[in-house]
C-alpha cells in the first residue's frame, strides 16, 4: 500500500506541475503582451502631445503670416517698411539707424 500512495503522490505531483506549466506559459505571454502594448500606447501619446505643440506653434505662425498680409495691403506700411528695411528717405527726410 505504500508503493502505491508513493505512486498517487508523485502523479499528483507531476499533474500539479503539468497544470502550473500551462497557466504559467499563457500568463506570462499576456504579460508580455500587455507591456508591450501598454509601451506603444505611452509612445503614441507622447508623439500626440508632441505634434500638439508642433500645431499650435503652425497656427499661430499662420496667424503671424495672416496679418503681415493684411498689413502689406496698406501703401503706408509698405513705404515705411521700405524705407527702414532698404533706408531710403523721404524728401528732407534724415534717417538714424540705432544699434540695440
Known sequence: MGDTMKKSTMKYKRK???LL??????????????RSSYKQVNEKLKEKEALKVQYQELVDEQDALEKEVIRLQDPEYIARYVREKYMYSKEGELILRISE
Do not use: D, G
Open 16 to 18: 500539479t506541475l503539468i
Open 21 to 34: 506549466v500551462i497557466l504559467t506559459v499563457p500568463t506570462v505571454a499576456l504579460f508580455c503582451s500587455f
